[in-house]
Nanobody, 124 residues
Framework: QVQLVESGGGLVQAGGSLRLSCAAS????????MGWSRQAPGKEREFVAG????????YYADSVAGRFAISRDNGKNTVYLQMNSLKPEDTAVYYC?????????????????WGKGTLVTVSS
């Protein structure tokens, strides 16, 4: 069993930056591919970034490519999402997800573990 706890959300102005963290406990993160999904009010959930077990291969949704960066520190059992040039449409609850598959996820279907989420609000 893996427990995922997100942190780093908050209120930021458009154009600003935030870094989300996802701390894992229970098992070594190095055995999981990881990702971040988000859900905005009244919208479908969107998978925004994925990273393979080693951190060498990443995936980004078109909506965040060039602005967000996912990374991981397996020694610290933590995954990060650096969000730059934030827009009001990035406002959402962001969830950390873990996949037993070691390959880079490109969607959140079939994820094995989910965090409870952290709220990001971007004001215009």
């Amino acid at each position: 069993q893996v427990q995922l706890v997100e942190s780093g959300g908050g209120l930021v102005q458009a154009g600003g930056s935030l870094r989300l963290s996802c701390a894992a406990s229970g098992r070594a993160l190095s055995t999981y591919a990881m990702g971040w999904s988000r859900q905005a009010p009244g919208k479908e959930r969107e998978f925004v970034a994925g990273i393979n077990w080693s951190g060498k291969i990443t995936y980004y949704a078109d909506s965040v490519a060039g602005r967000f960066a996912i990374s991981r520190d397996n020694g610290k059992n933590t995954v990060y999402l650096q969000m730059n040039s934030l827009k009001p449409e990035d406002t959402a609850v962001y969830y950390c997800v873990a996949d037993r598959s070691l390959t880079t996820p490109k969607n959140d279907g079939g994820m094995d573990y989910w965090g409870k989420g952290t709220l990001v609000t971007v004001s215009s």
